[in-house]
């Protein structure tokens, strides 16, 4: 079972970038599917999440600028981000919560990917 994230890059402001997540192991299209960020010596923040019927929410700084999707037949999600703002500088994490053989939950995360919004 595993996420991993790409497309993280060095970006002026304004500019946009895509990232995706690829999932393995698992029945993608069965599960929920969020994007979160942080920065050094911060928490994670959660950013964006589509749930498997394609509904979508959005952490209030990124509504307008950033779109969550999912292409289940690649078994990939991504973040849109346009309109960067140096605010925005962090390591993007995707996550989801996968259902045991067992019968448990448990949480996967992807290694990240770094976005950086600098001139």
């Known amino acids: 079972v595993q996420l991993v994230e790409s497309g993280g890059d060095l970006v002026q402001p304004g500019g946009s970038l895509r990232l995706s997540c690829a999932a393995s192991?698992?029945?993608?299209?069965?599960?929920?599917l969020r994007w979160y960020r942080q920065t050094p010596g911060n928490e994670r923040e959660l950013v964006a999440a589509i749930i498997t019927g394609g509904t979508t929410n959005y952490e209030d700084s990124v509504k307008g600028r950033f779109t969550i999707s999912r292409d289940n037949a690649k078994n990939t999600a991504y973040l849109q981000m346009n309109s960067l703002k140096s605010e925005d500088t962090a390591v993007y994490y995707c996550?989801?919560?996968?259902?045991?053989?067992?019968?448990?939950?448990?949480?996967?995360w992807g290694q990240g990917t770094q976005v950086t919004v600098s001139s």
């Open positions: 192991g698992f029945t993608f299209s069965r599960y929920d």
């Open positions: 996550n989801t919560d996968v259902l045991s053989s067992l019968g448990t939950w448990y949480a996967v």
